[in-house]
């Protein structure tokens, strides 16, 4: 009667409870390294959504005040308002810089003609 039991178990086929958890651990480990590195291309993403947004909105402030040849102030839809000093042709972010893209928070600034977003 043993040996029929013994023979029983050597044909049975699966994975033993020691290796499915050894499985979950590698799993969970693979998440715990993902999950942060996920968070931060998304903050780098957003980052460079808003850079871009304040890059073509200085774009476009520049070109008015070469159609209207007088000073003028812009209010981007990527947040702040621009603004462009006639005496130097700097343009410079008067209000605002911070903004809310796919809801992170995103601050820029403009130096010397060059938009940073963090």
């Known amino acids: 009667m043993f040996k029929a039991i013994d023979k029983m178990r050597k044909d049975e086929k699966g994975f033993t409870l020691v290796e499915l958890l050894i499985v979950i651990a590698i799993i969970a480990i693979l998440a715990a390294i993902a999950i942060p590195q996920f968070a931060q291309y998304r903050q780098k993403g957003a980052a460079a959504s808003g850079a871009a947004g304040l890059t073509n ?34 343009i410079t972010l008067t209000s605002g810089g911070t903004m809310t893209i796919k809801g992170l928070s995103v ?7 060059i938009v940073a977003c963090t």
């Open 107 to 113: 601050t820029c600034t403009i130096t010397t003609g």
């Open 57 to 90: 909105c200085a774009s476009e402030l520049a070109a008015t005040y070469a159609d209207a040849g007088t000073p003028i102030t812009r209010t981007c839809a990527a947040g702040g308002v621009l603004a462009l000093d006639t005496t130097t042709g700097a």
